[in-house]
T-cell receptor, first 119, second 113 residues
Framework: GAVVSQHPSRVICKSGTSVKIECRSLDFQATTMFWYRQFPKKSLMLMAT?????????EQGVEKDKFLINHASLTLSTLTVTSAHPEDSSFYIC???????????????FGSGTRLTVV | AQKITQTQPGMFVQEKEAVTLDCTYDTSDPSYGLFWYKQPSSGEMIFLIYQGSYDQQNATEGRYSLNFQKARKSANLVISASQLGDSAMYFC??????????FGAGTTVTVRA
């Protein structure tokens, strides 16, 4: 089945630095990538949607200058948290959607998530 | 706008018994999809089952079945013969015309031996 590789799985960074999270579709082309944020024991909140070669669409309330999303190719999307602060500490997870075939999951494949801690 | 409601924050179930997780939804899209995902403590999202809004029959996937009642806008998940490995957080989600997935608040299931 379709696999999305997300790295790093865990990262600790100092306040004020930037962190890049990568999601790579291994055996398919991801036409759309969704980025979510999740606080402990809470729901997944959609941050932004990106399509290959075009600018990401951010959900209301999400700072586009803080959370930079790049979807430069059909197999790679990145989320960069710029000038990170402790309140940015969270679990970030990507989900790729492909139009390839009819799959049980309806084309949605999730990365394994990145736990970001800003100290 | 889409809205998913899961009213059960946590549930306990005895091993080998069945458990029903509630999910209601609201949408203005005529065509939509309903999903259930399992999220263990590791954080990965595991797809369980899917129901299309025009599907006539309730979806089943092994021990998982989806009780779809369109008129009531509900899509409850039934897990039969619970196992200790079923302990996790479960999310109901919906996709609409824009293909974005909206998630409910989640239900934590704890299976007792």
């Amino acid at each position: 089945g379709a696999v999305v590789s997300q790295h790093p799985s865990r990262v600790i960074c100092k306040s004020g630095t930037s962190v890049k999270i990568e999601c790579r579709s291994l055996d398919f082309q991801a036409t759309t990538m969704f980025w979510y944020r999740q606080f402990p024991k809470k729901s997944l909140m959609l941050m932004a949607t990106s399509n290959e070669g075009s600018k990401a669409t951010y959900e209301q309330g999400v700072e586009k200058d803080k959370f930079l999303i790049n979807h430069a190719s059909l197999t790679l999307s990145t989320l960069t948290v710029t000038s990170a602060h402790p309140e940015d500490s969270s679990f970030y997870i990507c989900s790729a959607r492909t139009l390839r075939g009819a799959e049980r999951s309806q084309g949605y494949t999730f990365g394994s998530g990145t736990r970001l801690t800003v100290v | 706008a889409q809205k998913i409601t899961q009213t059960q924050p946590g549930m306990f179930v005895q091993e080998k018994e069945a458990v029903t997780l509630d999910c209601t939804y609201d949408t203005s899209d005529p065509s939509y999809g309903l999903f259930w995902y399992k999220q263990p403590s590791s954080g990965e999202m595991i797809f369980l089952i899917y129901q299309g809004s025009y599907d006539q029959q309730n979806a089943t996937e092994g021990r998982y079945s989806l009780n779809f009642q369109k008129a009531r806008k509900s899509a409850n998940l039934v897990i039969s013969a619970s196992q200790l490995g079923d302990s996790a957080m479960y999310f109901c989600a919906m996709s609409g015309g824009d293909y974005k997935l909206s998630f409910g608040a989640g239900t934590t299931v704890t299976v007792r031996a």
